[in-house]
């Protein structure tokens, strides 16, 4: 629930509103493949994804322990076959 009403931004707002219009096109023509455009379009700014996936295109955000979904630092053990 955070994910829809948090992090609002200008052009998230600009493609609901892209969805809504389209949708509300498709009414009014009757074409159902707008409606699904408008669906999709519409969707994905209120869950706040793109075709990337969730946050797929979003760049590295820097944390105090180094950038965010980095590996940490991994111990190695030599094996004999």
């Keep these: 629930m955070d994910r829809i009403l948090k992090g609002w ?3 998230r707002v600009v493609r609901l ?3 809504l219009y389209a949708g509300w096109q498709s009414v ?3 074409e159902w493949m707008l409606g699904l455009a408008g669906v999709f379009v519409a969707g994905t ?3 706040n994804i793109g075709c990337c996936g ?3 295109c979003q760049p590295m955000i820097k944390t105090k322990t180094g950038t ?6 991994v ?5 004999d076959a």
């Design 28 to 30: 009014v023509m009757h």
């Design 9 to 11: 931004n200008f052009m």
């Design 45 to 47: 700014a209120l869950m």
């Design 75 to 79: 111990i190695y053990e030599e094996v």
């Design 68 to 73: 965010a979904g980095s590996p940490k630092d």
């Design 17 to 19: 509103l892209i969805g």
């Design 54 to 56: 969730v946050n797929g």
